[in-house]
């Protein structure tokens, strides 16, 4: 019997796009622990730089899946079906706005805009939830990221931190449905993290620096802290804690003034 809290856990992630990304940052703590990880990646264009990260870890295995298409995440499903059978866990850490909806007034985002970031960053956890929950037939842990902006109203973030708010919503309608399987669903709110997504935030540094100086820890987090926390959501030292939503945040949602 292996001490790994993962061994022979099957664990799809979604959402590297670089060394920098958070759920690169989680694929390293799942490997420690013995998982075996299952990655997509968008398309073409991010293909030769996820492969390789992807051929880092011994074992695992590359699907490509882009969430806007449907097809994609049945073709993800079968995938799965075929090459790995059983899933324990699910990893969503994906998100898109469009950079004009990422800076100044929320009142002026457009319909489309809206509609995208909802898809995009909340309805695409529903949507593959659905294609592969029937593959968790062992029970299994389904993990988001989410940020504060969902919460509280947060300059520039705008219509992300509304789509982050039906993300949290769908990990509780999820968990509901989902827990007479025996899956859990809950969500990570990150503090802020340098990556590329974060490149489409106004005055990214900034906001770093104020962190430093008012978060209790006084410090900023990183995708170990952020990693260490889903590999916590995807073991069985969880197996008590569904629809919740945890934040990985060096203490700051707890700060007022
Ligand atoms: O400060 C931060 N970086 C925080 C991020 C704080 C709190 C939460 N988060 C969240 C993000 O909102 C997101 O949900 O963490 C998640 C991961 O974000 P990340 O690691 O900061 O960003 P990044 O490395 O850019 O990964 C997000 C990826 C996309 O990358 P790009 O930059 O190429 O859009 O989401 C993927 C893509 O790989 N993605 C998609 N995957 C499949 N289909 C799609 C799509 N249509 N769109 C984006």
């Not at 990893?91 to 898109?96: D, E, L, T």
């Not at 219509?159 to 509901?176: P, T, W």
């Not at 809950?186 to 100086?213: C, H, V």
Request: proline share 2%.
């Amino acid at each position: 019997m292996s001490s790994m809290l993962l061994h022979e856990k099957n664990i799809l992630i979604m959402g590297v796009a670089n060394n920098r990304s958070i759920a690169w940052g989680i694929a390293q703590s799942l490997a420690a622990q013995g998982a075996r990880l299952i990655f997509t990646y968008e398309n073409e264009r991010v293909l030769e730089r996820v492969q390789k990260l992807v051929n880092t870890i011994p074992n695992s295995l590359i699907c490509p899946c882009n969430v806007q298409i449907d097809e994609e995440i049945d073709m993800l499903a079968s995938f799965l079906k075929e090459h790995v059978g059983i899933i324990h866990g699910y990893v969503h850490s994906i998100a898109y706005a469009k950079p004009e909806d990422l800076d100044g007034l929320f009142v002026e985002t457009s319909r489309n805009g809206f509609t995208l970031a909802h898809e995009i960053s909340a309805y695409s956890l529903a949507a593959v939830s659905q294609r592969i929950y029937p593959l968790m037939t062992e029970g299994g842990s389904i993990v988001t990221m989410t940020y504060i902006g969902a919460e509280r109203a947060i300059t520039n973030y705008n219509v992300m931190g509304i789509a982050k708010a039906s993300l949290e919503a769908c990990v509780r309608y999820l968990a509901n449905d989902l827990g007479s399987y025996g899956i859990r669903v809950n969500a990570i709110s990150a503090g802020p993290i340098r990556t590329l997504a974060a490149y489409g935030i106004k005055d990214f540094n900034g906001m770093l620096k104020k962190i430093e100086e008012i978060t209790p820890l006084h410090k900023t987090v990183d995708t170990s802290e952020v990693g260490d926390t889903a590999m916590f959501l995807l073991s069985q030292l969880s197996r008590g804690i569904t629809g919740e939503t945890i934040h990985v945040d060096a203490g700051y949602h707890i700060t007022g003034m």
